[in-house]
T-cell receptor, first 112, second 112 residues
Framework: GENVEQHPSTLSVQEGDSAVIKCTYS??????FPWYKQELGKRPQLIID?????GEKKDQRIAVTLNKTAKHFSLHITETQPEDSAVYFC???????????FGKGTLLTVNP | EADIYQTPRYLVIGTGKKITLECSQT?????MYWYQQDPGMELHLIHY???????EKGDLSSESTVSRIRTEHFPLTLESARPSHTSQYLC???????????FGQGTRLTVV
């Protein structure tokens, strides 16, 4: 089955700096890669996703890049703000009839 | 309002008790998942379902069972609760076709 590895497990940045979280996946058939944000005491929520036919996707201060050859994808957050502090999960899916596989999560702390 | 609901939100029970955690969604989603999330933040997949009468065990053996008799309902049962079951349990649902997974607000279970 699919295996997703996520790094780093914790990340601390100063407000205004950029943050990058990286994930690798094992199954080359994976074609859907979402990112979820979980604030303290709340449920995970989708913040951005990318499909295998696209190399990069942006939404304001967040962007995701995908390298299918290397089987890795990354979340980029620019101009970080304290409200970006949360746990971020990457995930991968082989197809619509397969389960979603999550990485272990990254605790991002943005220091004012 | 379309959402995914979990009850109870908090539960404290004694060792050896049988409990059922409820999960219902009003979005007509076929895929549903149960995760166990410890304070260490990783999401451990316990069970998942692709639709009515379809259930599969996940990566974590939690001594629990699930049923999927109706599309909207995916209850999780612990036959004999143990202190090691103390954790947060998150339910999620997803439309087939690799789209957003929606999470419930979780049930925080404490077994004493």
């Amino acid at each position: 089955g699919e295996n997703v590895e996520q790094h780093p497990s914790t990340l601390s940045v100063q407000e205004g700096d950029s943050a990058v979280i990286k994930c690798t996946y094992s199954d080359s058939a994976s074609n859907y890669f979402p990112w979820y944000k979980q604030e303290l005491g709340k449920r995970p929520q989708l913040i951005i996703d990318i499909r295998s036919n696209v190399g990069e996707k942006k939404d304001q201060r967040i962007a995701v890049t995908l390298n299918k050859t290397a089987k890795h994808f990354s979340l980029h957050i620019t101009e970080t703000q304290p409200e970006d502090s949360a746990v971020y999960f990457c995930a991968a899916s082989i197809g619509s009839n397969y389960k979603l596989t999550f990485g272990k999560g990254t605790l991002l702390t943005v220091n004012p | 309002e379309a959402d995914i609901y979990q009850t109870p939100r908090y539960l404290v029970i004694g060792t050896g008790k049988k409990i059922t955690l409820e999960c219902s969604q009003t979005m007509g989603h076929d895929k549903m998942y149960w995760y166990q999330q410890d304070p260490g933040m990783e999401l451990h997949l316990i069970h998942y379902s692709y639709g009515v009468n379809s259930t599969e065990k996940g990566d974590l053996s939690s001594e629990s069972t699930v049923s999927r008799i109706r599309t909207e309902h995916f209850p999780l049962t612990l036959e004999s609760a143990r202190p090691s079951h103390t954790s947060q349990y998150l339910c999620a649902s997803e439309v087939p076709g690799n789209t957003e997974a929606f999470f419930g607000q979780g049930t925080r279970l404490t077994v004493v």
